[in-house]
């Protein structure tokens, strides 16, 4: 059974550096044509893809958030890490990481909603 | 690539409902299409991937299908329940920048 959790700060200032990880079970990213992306979530709820992780280190972020975007892995954990910088209060969303195929997710964690006030 | 869904359907409990996804930018045929469940408060769920498939746990009474001659996909609901009240999104996959592409969303409610 495949689950996954992401986690982080509920709240960030703008201009901060947001890290969120996501932790996941029932895989491992050591096997061929795995991948973890990550997909956020506006409040008016529309749906942005963000970055992808494969199996081989190899990264894809989007090409409009790429300048402010690293994503990483820790297999060893079973951890994918995703940065954000200069977070600005159009970044607040819920922030989802996802597994299963390079076109599209499978599996969904819950989500963690992050919120950029001052 | 863009997904244009209709904001919003609806329709009464045990009836069939459709909802589209028009792909403009590139035949719908080209990549995989996805269709997620959001119900209220809840992350999404995936209901369809690669077109038609259903993961496990799904009924089959949600189907999913291409239409070329609309460039279009299309998730269609029969015996509809108050439980499938949700936001329904589809997903595709751009071939030039490897990215996602969600559609907009439609509201289903089950009147």
């Known amino acids: 059974q495949v689950t996954l959790r992401e986690s982080g700060p509920a709240q960030v200032t703008p201009t901060q550096t947001l890290s969120l990880t996501c932790s996941f079970s029932g895989f491992s990213l050591n096997t061929g044509g795995m991948c973890v992306n990550w997909v956020r979530q506006s409040p008016e709820r529309a749906l942005e893809w963000l970055a992808r992780i494969d199996w081989d280190n190899d990264k894809y972020y989007s090409v409009s958030l790429k300048t402010r975007l690293a994503i990483s892995k820790d297999t060893s954990k079973n951890q994918v890490v995703l940065t954000m910088t200069d977070m600005d209060p159009v970044d607040t969303a819920t922030y989802y990481c996802?597994?299963?195929?390079?076109?599209?997710?499978?599996?969904w964690g819950h989500g963690t909603l992050v919120t950029v006030s001052s | 690539l863009m997904l244009t869904q209709p904001h919003s359907v609806s329709a009464s409990p045990g009836k069939t409902v459709t909802i589209s996804c028009t792909r403009s930018g590139g035949s719908i045929a080209s990549n995989y299409v996805q269709w997620f469940q959001q119900r209220p408060g809840s992350s999404p769920t995936t209901v369809i991937y690669?077109?038609?498939?259903?993961p496990s746990g799904v009924p089959d009474r949600i189907s999913g299908s291409i239409d070329s001659s609309s460039n279009s996909a299309s998730l269609t609901i029969s015996g509809l329940q108050t439980e499938d009240e949700a936001d329904y999104f589809c997903q595709s996959y751009d071939n030039s920048n490897r990215h996602w592409v969600f559609g907009g969303g439609t509201r289903l409610t089950v009147l």
């Open positions: 690669e077109d038609n498939q259903r």
């Open positions: 996802t597994s299963g195929y390079s076109y599209g997710p499978k599996y």
